[in-house]
């Protein structure tokens, strides 16, 4: 492993749980392949961001809202390959799920609906 990857690994590790309590495995922060250098950095980099979007999706999400992951990126203003992975932890997390509805998306193809989990 390279010098950036373990910097990444050291970063990430001084960031874990005590920032915010955060666990250090998915879905509780963005997933990254162990051997590859540019992936631990983009984890890294991506970590803060990863949360925040979550929290912006689950809100809109938990004021009724029943969307694609496409159509929630471009209702918060924000980047699909963004906001994709995000619905995934979510998922992962029991804050989401799907609607069994389904519903075209950019590229033509039929994407799944989401609403948050109800209490």
Known sequence: MGGD???????????GSDL????EE???????????DTSAAAAVAVKLKAATLRNRILAVLRRGAE???DEM???????LLAVRPRFSELYRLGQIEKTGERRDNEPG???AVWRAVRS
């Open 67 to 69: 969307l694609t992951p």
């Open 73 to 79: 990126a471009e209702t918060i203003g924000e980047d």
């Open 5 to 15: 990857a373990r910097d990444a690994d050291r970063l990430a590790s001084m960031m």
């Open 20 to 23: 915010f309590n955060w666990r």
């Open 26 to 36: 998915y879905p509780h922060q963005p997933r990254y392949r162990r051997n590859s």
């Open 109 to 111: 193809c039929k994407a």
